[in-house]
Structures are given as structure tokens and as C-alpha cells.
């Protein structure tokens, strides 16, 4: 056994496992399949990063499985839990025909629903998202619905039928980390679905931080990809994930304005 899953057996005992829509995962952390440098790289990381979910974007990939060439050739369904993604979906329309499509090219009933709203920010389209939302519940899909960090949101696609809501730390692929943990920590307060935080997060400090808002898990992909050794920043990113929820189970300290000496000064020798 290696340190990081002796550190991951060590948190797990402190911790139920993360379940959504009926399914058991064992990894907080979830990773992407795109802008890996190779196909090789794409599977070390992934593999280094310890997830049990990782996600596949239907429009942007080849859907057949026994094309070397291809994403899906390198992915057994056996080994990860293979979630499809409308990615690049910009209406509900496109975003529901794209979700049936992974279905019938052999996913299962999970999809992570993106519909995206501007092609400059690549910010959700609410509106486009809960009409997705809605029509794909009653489809029977297991809707992961990619959101803004917006509460109202958040309720809504809940009371759709939702199985989990991902709320974003920051724009996709900017790397700049968790630009509003008030508006994460008040989104898990109030739903009761898992929240999985997605896009922003550029390296592992970053992924500890959204970890410790008490979220039940995080998924990324450029992080990986667009790191200088992507696999090294796939060990990284898994150690901060179990850091970071770690760190929230036990409960931090209290922030004080004052200093409070960390060794008592009762029963101290006087010379």
C-alpha cells in the first residue's frame, strides 16, 4: 500500500462514502478525459488521481470503443464509472439530444448536464439548464446538473429531480480556485443532494480549500491536463481532496483576532 492510500484508508474510516443516485463511490474526486497531451497521459493521470468517476464529453469524442485512436478504447467501464457530459451543448435541446445519444452508445442513466449560456465566460445558462434538467429526470436519467454558484439555482435544479448539484468554483479552465466559498458552503447547507464542486480548481491548494467548505466532492479536468507533469498533479490533487475533507471533519480551529499561547501558563516554573 502506498502513503497516499494508506491516507485515504485513514480518512475513509472518519467518513461515510459518497453516494449519489443510488451508486457508491469511494474517491471525492472526479476527472475528465480532454486536452491530455496522449491518450498514454490521459491514463496515468487518471489512474494517479485515484477516481472512480471520470467524465466523457459525447460530443467531443469518438464514441467508438474499438478505436485505438479513440478516448473510450483506453477506458474500461469495468474499471471507472464512465459519466457522459453535454459539454459544448449551448440549449437545452442540444444538451437532451446529446444526453439520449450517450445513453444509446452504451452509458448508463448518469449524465453531467452542462448547458452553457455564453461562449466568451462559459457560464451556465440557468434558464436552458432546468428545462434540460426536467426533461431528462423524467427520462429517467440520473442528472449531475453543472451550475453557477448561484443558491436559487441550486433549490431549483434540486426540486427538479436532480442527484446532485455542481455548483462551479470559477469560470472553466481558468484556474483561479474557489472565488466564493460563502456562496459553495451556503449551497451544501441547503441542499440535500451531494454537491460536487466543478471548473476552476488549478491546483492542489485550490482543491483543499473547496474541500474544506464541507462540499462532498470535486471534479476537474484542465488542472490535470495543462499541468506541466499531469500526473504528478494527479497524485497532488488526490492528496488534497482527502486533506481537504480530512480538515473539514475534524473542524478548525476558531479564527480569533487575538493570540492565545499554545502551551498553558498555569503550573509554570518560576526561577
Do not use: W
Not at 453531467?112 to 455564453?118: F, M, R
Not at 453543472?146 to 446532485?164: F, V
Amino acid at each position: 500500500m502506498t502513503t497516499t492510500d494508506a491516507a485515504a484508508e485513514t480518512a475513509l474510516q472518519f467518513d461515510t462514502p459518497l453516494t449519489i443516485g443510488g451508486q457508491t463511490f469511494r474517491s471525492r474526486l472526479m476527472v475528465g478525459t480532454g486536452k491530455y497531451r496522449s491518450n498514454a497521459e490521459m491514463v496515468a493521470a487518471i489512474d494517479a488521481s485515484g477516481a472512480d468517476i471520470v467524465t466523457v464529453a459525447v460530443r467531443r469524442v469518438d464514441l467508438d470503443r474499438t478505436k485505438e485512436a479513440g478516448v473510450l478504447y483506453h477506458l474500461s467501464p469495468r474499471r471507472y464509472f464512465l459519466l457522459a457530459n453535454t459539454a459544448g451543448c449551448y440549449s437545452a435541446d442540444e444538451a437532451i439530444r446529446y444526453a439520449r445519444l450517450g445513453r444509446e452508445a452504451g452509458f448508463n442513466d448518469f449524465v453531467k448536464l452542462e448547458v452553457i449560456g455564453d461562449k466568451e465566460t462559459l457560464l451556465p445558462d440557468a434558464e436552458g439548464l432546468l428545462e434540460a434538467a426536467r426533461v431528462l429526470v423524467k427520462e429517467g436519467f440520473q442528472v449531475l446538473a453543472y451550475t453557477n454558484d448561484d443558491l436559487i439555482t441550486a433549490l431549483r435544479l434540486e426540486d427538479s429531480g436532480c442527484a446532485a448539484v455542481m455548483p462551479l468554483a470559477s469560470p472553466i479552465g481558468s484556474g483561479l480556485g474557489l472565488l466564493n466559498p460563502y456562496s459553495i458552503r451556503t449551497i451544501k447547507r441547503r441542499l440535500s443532494v451531494p454537491v460536487i464542486v466543478d471548473a476552476g480548481v488549478g491546483t492542489a491548494s485550490d482543491a483543499c480549500l473547496t474541500m474544506e467548505q464541507g462540499v462532498d466532492g470535486i471534479l476537474m479536468n484542465t488542472a490535470l491536463a495543462e499541468a506541466r507533469d499531469a500526473v504528478l498533479m494527479a497524485h497532488a490533487m488526490r492528496g488534497a481532496v482527502e486533506a481537504g475533507r480530512a480538515a473539514y471533519l475534524a473542524g478548525r480551529m476558531p479564527r480569533r483576532e487575538v493570540a492565545i499561547p499554545s502551551s498553558p501558563e498555569h503550573g509554570m516554573l518560576n526561577r
